[in-house]
């Protein structure tokens, strides 16, 4: 990516550093963190000192990681972080890693503790544990724990199998929890990291979505002057919202492009046309290219070589579309935080590449243009809270996720005219039933999948041999792990019996019933 990213448009009032040692559950700290509206970052726990002193935090909270304190090549304290005299909560690994570093003694794993375990509460007016239940359902996730408390410590809580379980040094403003307040099933967890952020860090909860948008606002104002800038729409709620923000900061030096792939699903091309005249007033370059794509695509049945050719065509659209816009300087992308930290991190765990998404937040952009990416910092449920702030409607905001590939890789196999016809038909069945049921807001996705199996059936009194169709609906938090929705067995006869009857081609419809993991969520 040649697009070069310029200055922070995040300049919190107040800030959380959440320093990472290789915890799963590192995101969801930061999560719990916003959602007591303290603004907070995460970075790796031997990030350069002078980038977390830039980023000026009011308190440190140190993730828990699969290390052991006694691991030769297990990662330290950052040397800075205790001179900095300001609170620190360590979590799992940040607390026994505190114990050891400040003299206290860290008893090396004999098995792993993993699940529920009652707390119980020493002191029911430590900072930490105010206005809580003296005993507590947490969940333990550990291999060493704390056997002593360093020199100026108290135990502040117990568990049958871990007696230091929390610790503190209120004077120094340093705590510890064994278990983990982040996770749902330790009961009053938002309320213990709550009492760290406020009690003891002196948070206000200065986090909030009109705040947000007024400071963008001006930022992103002062970061382009007088140029210009495009974006790329797809209708999702990410580049709607980032295009309303800067649309409302720039306004009609910002033109929208919405390429129209032809693996939208139906009446989506119009809908989308619709709504950014009616809730954006933005100008958009509408490009139909559903020809193009087709033809690129003919033949192609491998999944990665599909998103490749998608993703290859669609910059070079856009690209074109975007030189005949004059002089432009600054490109908005949807990017969110999920993908920056996952960037970031990219390079210290080994993840494996499952698919090659491409999104018009990921425009690998060979224009010398400048980013701007207002919502960079942020998480799914805040860009639509911040949607619902700036007065877009539901229909928006709460809009399901839609890959960028489109129906492609809902489509196993080639992608033809006749299938997209035939997918468009039962999918729009699909969503209408759900949406008729009242599940469509407690459900993250849920759409047809057309498979290359064909099967024997029988319609009045003849044999078919048709196309089975598969159906996928996941209840999720943010597209990471999923479950399968427990959808109500008539709602999915209606479903069955409507596509069909209503679609010919179809005579075969089964239920995804695989969580993620071990699936994904897209068949491809
Ligand atoms: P998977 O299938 O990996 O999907 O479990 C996780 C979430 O990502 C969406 N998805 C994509 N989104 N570009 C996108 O913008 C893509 O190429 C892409 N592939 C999958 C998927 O719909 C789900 O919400």
Redesign the pocket.
């Known amino acids: 990516m040649t697009g070069q990213r310029t200055i922070e448009q995040i300049s919190p009032d107040e800030a959380i550093a959440i320093l990472d040692f290789g915890s799963q559950y590192s995101q969801l700290i930061a999560r719990r963190v916003r959602e007591c509206h303290v603004y907070c970052q995460i970075f790796r726990h031997d990030e350069e000192p002078s980038v977390i002193q830039s980023f000026a935090p009011v308190g440190f909270i140190l993730s828990g990681g699969p290390a052991s304190v006694y691991d030769h090549a297990a990662p330290r304290l950052p040397a800075y972080l205790l001179e900095t005299g300001k609170p620190i909560l360590g979590i799992c690994y940040g607390m026994q890693l505190l114990a050891y570093e400040l003299g206290g003694q860290v008893m090396p794993a004999t098995h792993r503790e993993y699940g529920p375990a009652d707390l119980s509460v020493c002191d029911p007016h430590d900072p930490l544990f105010h206005d809580l239940p003296s005993t507590l359902r947490v969940w333990m996730s550990h291999g060493d724990q704390v056997l002593a408390l360093p020199p100026g410590f108290r135990k502040l809580a117990s568990t049958a199998s871990a007696p230091i379980a929390a610790f503190g040094d209120e004077q120094r403003r340093i705590y510890g929890l064994q278990f983990h307040p982040e996770v749902v099933h330790t009961s009053y967890g938002v309320q213990i990291l709550r009492n760290f952020l406020y009690n003891v860090c002196g948070c206000q909860g200065t986090w909030q979505p009109a705040s947000f948008i007024a400071k963008s606002i001006a930022s992103i104002r002062k970061q382009v002057g007088s140029s210009k800038a495009i974006c790329a729409l797809?209708g999702?709620v990410d580049s709607t919202v980032a295009a309303t923000l800067v649309h409302r900061a720039i306004g009609d030096r910002l033109t929208g492009i919405f390429v129209n792939h032809g693996l939208l699903r139906l009446g989506e091309a119009e809908y989308n046309l619709d709504l950014f005249r009616r809730h954006l007033g933005l100008h958009v370059i509408y490009v139909d290219a559903a020809e193009r794509f087709l033809e690129a695509l003919r033949g192609v049945s491998d999944p990665e070589e599909k998103?490749r050719i998608i993703g290859h065509e669609f910059i070079r659209i856009f690209e074109a579309e975007a030189r005949q816009c004059g002089e432009v300087r600054f490109l908005v992308q949807g990017t969110l935080y999920p993908d920056v930290i996952e960037s970031n991190a990219a390079d210290t765990r080994a993840a494996a590449r499952?698919?090659?998404?491409?999104?018009?937040?990921?425009l690998p952009a060979k224009m010398e243009l400048v980013l701007i990416e207002p919502l960079r910092y942020l998480f799914k449920d805040e860009v639509r809270r911040i949607g619902k702030e700036l007065g877009l409607p539901d229909e928006i905001v709460h809009r399901?996720?839609?890959?960028?590939?489109g129906l492609a890789?809902r489509i196993i196999g080639e992608v033809t005219k006749e299938r997209l016809d035939l997918l468009r038909a039962a999918d729009a069945i699909v969503t209408s039933e759900i949406k008729a049921a009242g599940l469509d807001k407690d459900i993250?996705?849920y759409f047809a999948v057309l498979t290359p199996i064909r099967s024997v059936g029988v319609m009045g009194d003849g044999r078919t041999y048709a196309h089975v169709l598969a159906i996928r609906a996941v209840v999720?938090e943010d597209?990471?792990t999923?479950d399968w929705a427990r959808l109500p067995p008539d709602l999915l006869a209606r479903i069955s019996t409507r596509i069909v009857n209503e679609v010919p081609g179809v005579n075969r419809v089964v239920y995804d019933i695989t969580s993620?993991p071990p699936?994904?969520?897209?068949?491809?």
């Open positions: 797809s999702g998103r499952i698919k090659t998404h491409h999104n018009v937040g990921g399901q996720p839609f890959p960028g590939p890789v993250w996705q999720s597209g990471m999923a993620k699936s994904t969520i897209e068949w491809e």
